[in-house]
């Protein structure tokens, strides 16, 4: 079992930044894959960034490319993404999400087992 929780949302004004962190325990964070995801209300959980198990491979949805960065410390058993230059249409509910040992589970959320309970990010105008 992997116990996902994540801090760091708040409010910010559209060319801000804010650093959202998914602290890790239980079983070791150091083998699975880490996903950040998002939901606005209204609309389905999408993939933001993924990190695999190796940390070998990044990867962004086009919608935060060159504005969000995911990162990890395993040393720390926590993961990160860095968001800058923020824009309301970022607001959401932002989840950590964590798969089995050795796997990557990619962009889908129903491939991933461990959730947090999300953290609130709102950008205002």
């Known amino acids: 079992q992997v116990q996902l929780v994540e801090s760091g949302g708040g409010l910010v004004q559209a060319g801000g930044s804010l650093r959202l962190s998914c602290a890790a325990s239980g079983r070791t964070f150091s083998t699975t894959a880490m996903g950040w995801f998002r939901q606005a209300p209204g609309k389905e959980r999408e993939f933001v960034a993924g990190l695999t198990w190796s940390d070998r491979t990044v990867d962004y949805d086009d919608s935060v490319k060159g504005r969000f960065t995911i990162s990890r410390d395993k040393s720390k058993n926590t993961g990160y993404l860095q968001m800058n230059s923020l824009k309301p249409e970022d607001t959401a509910v932002y989840y950590c999400?964590?798969?089995?040992?050795?796997?990557?589970?990619?962009?889908?959320?129903?491939?991933?087992?461990?959730w947090g309970q999300g953290t609130q990010v709102t950008v205002s105008s």
């Open positions: 999400a964590a798969g089995l040992a050795f796997q990557n589970p990619g962009r889908d959320p129903g491939r991933y087992s461990y």
